[in-house]
């Protein structure tokens, strides 16, 4: 929620709707009180499904990261590995890569505003301000092909008396000013998507 910063493991549900409103991402989050969480997600787009599992080390990085897709003409595989030498493990069922990626410690999902977490988060750049441009493991959907990409997070505002900052984003050509709240992860992301707000519980009834 705006201006919620978390303190210790706290378990919310939040919910994303694309801008064209051709797709929802609902999501799990627990988020630790350092910089790690996981996340339990489902994505639903007009022309697919997916699915995944996301494990975010206390250090920021990405732990494991395992995805399933389904169309109507078929349904993919991939799991993720970061090891300790920092290589990454693919695997789609039907064989396994070991890859450096350049050296990236995140994951880029299509469609999806979770991952961008992931930087803003590791770095704090939603607390204090930074430019940073980074090798980036990005993975399309529903096709699940990965490649390494450049992306550049840099700070516009850190987190105001409304609880909510603006990390900028750019990757290539495209650009947009991120709203997030006090825990890094998105509120708006301008084209793409918005987090829905959850409705205040009823108050209670006075006898």
Not at 40 to 57: C, D, M, P, Q
Not at 74 to 100: V, Y
Not at 124 to 148: D, F, I, K, Q
Not at 175 to 203: E, F, I, N
Request: overall charge negative; aromatic content about 8%; glycine content about 14%.
């Amino acid at each position: 929620m705006p201006g919620a910063t978390t303190v210790g493991p706290v378990t919310t549900m939040l919910t994303w709707q694309a801008e064209d409103g051709t797709g929802l991402e609902g999501t799990r989050l627990l988020l630790g009180g350092g910089g790690g969480f996981r996340a339990l997600s489902r994505i639903v787009r007009g022309e697919f499904t997916a699915s995944y599992r996301l494990v975010v080390a206390d250090d920021g990085t990405v732990g494991r990261l395992s995805l399933t897709t389904a169309t109507a003409a078929r349904e993919r595989h991939l799991t993720m590995n970061r090891t300790d030498d920092g290589f990454w493990l693919l695997d789609t069922g039907s064989g396994g890569t070991r890859e450096q990626f350049g050296g990236a410690v995140d994951v880029d999902v299509a469609y999806s505003p979770v991952f961008n977490a992931l930087p803003i988060r590791r770095l704090g750049l939603h607390r204090e301000a930074g430019e940073h441009t980074l090798p980036m493991v990005y993975v399309s959907l529903p096709e699940l092909r990965v490649e390494l990409v450049e992306q550049t997070y840099r700070t516009v505002g850190t987190l105001g008396a409304d609880g909510t900052a603006v990390v900028g984003f750019s990757w290539g050509d495209f650009a947009a000013d991120l709203t997030v709240d006090g825990d890094g992860m998105v509120l708006a992301y301008p084209g793409v998507a918005t987090r829905l707000s959850v409705p205040a519980p009823p108050a209670a009834a006075s006898a």
